[in-house]
């Protein structure tokens, strides 16, 4: 909610420091599954590591609300949305894990970033929203950012920065769904359905060629890695953004940024790009002048999950 001057609300002091420290969760854990998305793409396909994660997130999903109770939430509603919300997932997901093995992993992450700027592309047509001045200002700034990340050229443009732009569109489409979904389901049921569906989509796509390989025992903790990182991510954020505006949590989700570039000079030898960093903060400052624009305006912005 905003106050009666249209400015956002103050929030407590320590409640937006508990608020941080989830969004700091939630960073770790997606740099968290970059590295063991890269560390399992040496003996597995991304086919085959969409369904181990999807499987061991299903188990846990399963425990957790049956522990809980919250398994009493899980319904058959909207199976149609469930689908299209898990076919979107299921396939940004796996250009997303095919990107971070082949193009350096700061530079998937800035791509990526650009996923609510393609929710305000296509709310009007799933929502039926309408976009307004600050909208379409918005989606024009973080484009130019894509440009310079991107540096379209036949030299910089490959099979790995549009894996990572499509991968963007893919989570943008899942989170326009997952909005419909939440007027009427629970987080639970999103995760169980979102768990299941991609456990057989994952079967399916990994066993076409009659060949599923059996990870390593090298691999099997980088696997729990990616899919407990997944379901972490998930309830970090939801957490964080129930306890204090986005505008004042979504500059920590940045730091996955800055992290993701020192973990790729550390562990994998990719140099900072100063380009990418500063096409980033371009396309963080599209992103946030609309979620200012939208909290002002009274409305929840939409947060990027995976």
Not at 1 to 6: H, L
Not at 52 to 58: A, E, V
Request: proline share 5%.
């Amino acid at each position: 909610m905003t106050s009666p001057t249209g400015d956002i609300p103050r929030a407590d002091t320590a409640e937006i420091l508990r608020a941080a420290l989830w969004m700091l969760g939630a960073v770790v854990s997606f740099s968290a599954m970059a590295v063991g998305g890269r560390s399992v793409s040496f003996e597995l396909d991304t086919f085959e590591i969409m369904m181990y994660r999807s499987l061991i997130g299903l188990t846990l999903v399963v425990l957790v609300a049956w522990a809980t109770g919250a398994h009493r939430t899980i319904t058959g509603r909207k199976p149609g949305l469930h689908l299209l919300r898990n076919v979107l997932h299921f396939s940004g997901q796996n250009l997303w894990f095919y990107a971070i093995t082949v193009i350096p992993l700061a530079q998937v992450f800035a791509l990526e970033f650009t996923s609510p700027l393609w929710v305000l592309i296509l709310s009007p047509l799933v929502l039926g929203e309408h976009l307004t001045r600050v909208r379409i200002l918005a989606a024009c700034i973080g484009f130019a950012g894509i440009l310079i990340v991107a540096r379209p050229s036949p030299d910089t443009i490959n099979f790995g920065t549009l894996a990572a732009m499509c991968a963007a569109i893919g989570f943008a489409g899942s989170i326009l769904v997952t909005k419909r979904l939440t007027r009427t389901e629970t987080l639970t049921c999103i995760l169980f359905w979102m768990t299941l569906s991609q456990s057989i989509f994952g079967l399916l796509c990994a066993g076409f060629d009659g060949d599923i390989a059996l990870p390593s025992a090298q691999s099997l903790p980088w696997l729990a890695v990616i899919a407990c990182g997944g379901l972490m991510a998930h309830f970090c954020l939801t957490t964080a953004l129930a306890m204090a505006p986005a505008t004042l949590v979504s500059p920590v989700d940045f730091m996955r940024l800055p992290l993701i570039a020192v973990i790729g000079l550390m562990i994998y030898d990719e140099p900072i790009d100063t380009l990418t960093i500063a096409g980033a903060l371009v396309i963080f400052g599209a992103n946030y002048l609309n979620m200012w624009s939208e909290t002002r305006q009274g409305r929840q912005p939409i947060a990027h999950t995976r």
